[in-house]
């Protein structure tokens, strides 16, 4: 168990709906990361949020898009989906060693699928 | 920009025999390193890391692996493989800038033969 909590763990949807996935970080964890794994493109780096702002963004759609709250869980909004988006989702936080965050803790994801 | 290539999508071994999977690396940084195994239907478990000094770094599950600057490589090794061993393996790299995102290959799936 990596302390790093994610939920659902399963979603099935329709496309052109939207649908919120959320993770909870390892306590004390500041940053939170979020990966697609498709078959086709593999684990893509999404965006990254540090302490509630976003600090990086990756290949992640404008029909995309995340937060952080202020007790540093984290959402991603996922709208007008569409068959290609279905993919495993997960979540990964990380703290800080000497002002250095970079060992990530990954959740068990979320199996998104489209129909 | 970083890059991971990970040599053999798929990889046999017998049981009881050295595995050995495979994974070079582009960066223009000196770079964190990574291995993450992924077993059917679950996430992501860090098996080691490297981020300085020692190259030869031991991970969980009796896992290994050397970093070598001049081969741009991070293998990852284990003297004898066990049917549990039997899961995806993905080589990372990290560092390129301050979020230290990770750039994932593309996998190795690890067969254990009886």
């Known amino acids: 168990d990596s302390g790093v909590t994610q939920t659902p763990k399963h979603l099935i949807t329709a496309t052109g709906q939207r649908v919120t996935l959320r993770c909870s970080p390892r306590?004390?964890?500041?940053?939170v990361y979020w990966y697609q794994q498709s078959l086709d493109q593999g684990l893509q780096f999404l965006i990254q949020y540090y302490n509630g702002e976003e600090r990086a963004k990756g290949n992640i759609l404008e029909r995309f898009s995340a937060q952080q709250f202020p007790d540093l869980h984290s959402e991603l909004n996922l709208s007008s989906l569409e068959l290609g988006d279905s993919a495993l989702y997960f979540c990964?936080?990380?703290?800080?060693?000497?002002?250095?965050?970079?060992?990530?803790?990954f959740g068990p994801g979320t199996r998104l699928t489209v129909l | 920009a970083q890059s991971v290539t990970q040599l053999g999508s798929h990889v046999s071994v017998s049981e009881g025999a050295l595995v050995l999977l495979r994974c070079n690396y582009s960066?223009?940084?000196?770079?964190?390193l990574f291995w993450y195994v992924q077993y059917p239907n679950q996430g992501l478990q860090l098996l080691l890391k490297y981020t300085t000094g020692a190259t030869l770094v031991k991970g969980i599950n009796g896992f290994e692996a050397e970093f070598k600057k001049s081969e741009t490589s991070f293998h990852l090794t284990k003297p004898s493989a066990h049917m549990s061993d039997a899961a995806e393996y993905f080589c990372a790299v990290s560092g390129m800038d301050s979020s230290y995102k990770l750039i994932f290959g593309s996998g190795t799936r690890l067969l254990v033969r009886p």
């Open positions: 960066s223009s940084v000196p770079p964190y």
């Open positions: 990964a936080s990380s703290g800080t060693s000497g002002g250095v965050s970079y060992t990530q803790y």
């Open positions: 306590s004390g964890d500041l940053s």
